[in-house]
């Protein structure tokens, strides 16, 4: 009986070496190879090119339309299979030296009408700190063996697309890439070069300019109108550094973006009007992997002295396809 006891008594000892044993081995964390250590909470002041938001941006670019012109003595037109035509005069180009371009040419161009395109390219519809709605954003590019040309002074081109229904309330922006993180919108400085003639159903622009060009007017122009700001409220490995986030308008044609704020660590939008429906969109790499987080709302003011609306998000991991597919439902 008393060997029994003995016995017993080791088999407990035993079993309890065992189990702190299996405790040690469950405390200690080893991650996966190639993952994290832990999340990354840290807001940068500024956002560089090595950083995972600037190949998030990268990877949701869309890819331009491409044809050739010939630029001599005729007009030169290219019709794109998205219903768009472009009509280049004679000798339209130069070199950026100022020399005379002759020959074939590239042509680079992107219309912008889905929503969910103003997102990916990172193009809202903000003049400053106003919100615009847009008739369409277009991106325009001359090209000879990879070189950029330029239009040829006081040359005019002509571009012309439909979009219902047409608003005779628009007007010609022109962007402004001064910052490469912020993309704002600009009234043309020189409106006799610029202009716009409105159709029954389509648009024409006639302009001297490339790059970005925008067909769009200011949604309220009262400033006495009540407005809020509308924040993500997130986990807080979701930063600058890591992730964008932009608030997409449900009724009108209008994305804006929602800046990185340092000093609360939230995303952000400028003051927008009350009363409409939205939804908050959040894209974020992390490692390897994607996330992405939507959220509907209305705009409102949440109390009476508050002039920020927060809208609780949890981005989920997606894959990129997944993403992609997400935004061309916008």
């Known amino acids: 009986m008393v060997m029994k006891i003995k016995v017993f008594i080791l088999i407990l000892f035993a079993g309890g070496l065992f189990l702190n044993a299996c405790q040690k081995d469950i405390d200690i964390f080893v991650p996966d190879p190639g993952q994290l250590n832990g999340p990354d909470t840290s807001w940068q002041n500024t956002v560089t090119a090595t950083m995972p938001v600037s190949a998030l941006k990268n990877n ?51 219309v912008v009408k889905k929503k969910g395109d103003m997102v990916r390219l990172n193009r809202p519809s903000t003049y400053n700190d106003s919100m615009l709605v847009t008739a369409g954003q277009i991106f325009i590019q001359l090209k000879k063996e990879g070189q ?90 979701f930063t600058n550094a890591n992730t964008v986030a932009f608030t997409v308008f449900k009724d009108v044609r209008s994305v804006i973006a929602m800046k990185g704020d340092l000093v609360t660590r939230k995303f952000m939008t400028g003051k927008l009007p009350i009363g409409k429906q939205v939804t908050v969109v959040v894209i974020s790499k992390q490692g390897g992997d994607y996330y992405l987080g939507f959220e509907s709302a209305v705009t409102q003011i949440p109390t009476v002295n508050a002039t920020i609306q927060p809208v609780h998000i949890v981005p989920i991991k997606k894959s990129l396809p997944e993403i992609l597919a997400y935004l061309s439902s916008l």
């Not at 003639?197 to 970005?212: C, F, K, L, P, S």
Request: charged share 15%; hydrophobic share 40%; net charge negative.
């Open 60 to 110: 949701l670019l869309l890819t331009p339309y491409k044809d050739t012109i010939i630029v001599d003595a005729n007009t030169a037109t290219i019709v794109t299979p998205f219903g768009v035509q472009v009509n280049f005069p004679p000798h339209c180009c130069t070199t950026g030296s100022g020399q005379p371009v002759t020959g074939k040419i590239d042509v680079e161009l992107i």
């Open 148 to 237: 950029i040309l330029q239009l040829a002074p006081g040359v005019t081109i002509n571009i012309r697309y439909t979009d219902l229904p047409i608003n005779p309330q628009m007007k010609f922006f022109m962007g402004d890439e001064a910052n490469a993180q912020h993309f704002n919108w600009l009234p043309t400085p020189t409106p006799s070069a610029d202009t716009i003639v409105m159709g029954t159903q389509t648009y024409e622009i006639y302009t001297q300019r490339q790059r970005w060009l925008s067909v769009a007017t200011v949604f309220d122009i009262n400033t006495t109108t009540p407005k809020i700001q509308v924040s993500a409220d997130m986990a807080p490995y």
